[in-house]
């Protein structure tokens, strides 16, 4: 079974505070992974992608992946009430075309 | 149109009816797939398509069919469905195998 954890939350964050958003996979010869932003009766966006270790930083959005330890976080800095939302971990394995996607973690920053 | 568009964005029907969801994607990916979203549950891939070649498919029940008639366009056909079939049906696109995948609108569908 191939599987993609992630904390459900909510996870609330003031606003201008920096939001830490974490995720583990099973697979341990995945390549590719992923952070969708997903609103409430939206579909998911892509926010961020990863492929090698290390921190990769867009704006206010840093991945961070760690292949030995199994663990992709996602960081959102100076957050913002329209950050609130749903976001999803996806982790594509070592062959095939599907992602594995986590529940997601659910996101409030309040005011 | 730009991006991945899905017709229609809500559809309700009954057990017995026959319905199709059409994707249509504009940024010349390759790949194309249908995601289903129930509530509480992570997206489930249903089906793959690459260069309009079924390359992966879940375990998905017969009264699902998907059709891909070029690289551009994806339907879903759907007959006899079962109310626990009610959920957010997602079309996807990708340029290749492991890149990033991009959605649309998806279609909100209920059965009753």
């Known amino acids: 079974q191939k599987e993609v954890e992630q904390n459900s939350g909510p996870l609330s964050v003031p606003e201008g505070a920096i939001a830490s958003l974490n995720c583990t996979y099973s697979d341990r010869g995945s390549q590719s992974f992923f952070w969708y932003r997903q609103y409430s009766g939206k579909s998911p966006e892509l926010i961020m992608s990863?492929?090698?270790?290390g921190d990769k930083e867009d704006g206010r959005f840093t991945a961070q992946l760690n292949k030995a330890s199994q663990y992709v976080s996602l960081l959102i800095r100076d957050s913002q009430p329209s950050d609130s939302a749903t976001y999803l971990c996806?982790?594509?394995?070592?062959?095939?075309?599907?992602?594995?996607f986590g529940k997601g973690t659910s996101l409030l920053v309040t005011p | 149109e730009t991006g991945v568009t899905q017709t229609p964005r809500h559809l309700v029907m009954g057990m017995t009816n026959k319905k199709s969801l059409k994707c249509e994607q504009h940024?010349?990916?390759?790949?194309m797939y249908w995601y289903k979203q129930s509530a509480k549950k992570p997206l489930e891939l249903m089906f793959v398509?690459?260069?309009?070649?079924?390359?992966e498919n879940n375990s998905v029940p017969s009264r699902f069919s998907p059709e891909c008639p070029n690289s551009s366009h994806l339907f879903l056909h759907l007959h006899t469905l079962q109310p626990e079939d009610s959920a957010l049906y997602l079309c996807?696109?990708?340029?290749?195998?492991?890149?990033?995948?991009?959605f649309g609108p998806g279609t909100r569908l209920t059965v009753t």
């Open positions: 940024l010349g990916h390759n790949a």
């Open positions: 398509y690459s260069l309009e070649e079924r390359v």
């Open positions: 996807a696109s990708s340029q290749a195998q492991g890149h990033e995948q991009y």
């Open positions: 990863i492929y090698s270790n």
């Open positions: 996806a982790v594509n394995p070592h062959s095939g075309y599907a992602l594995n």
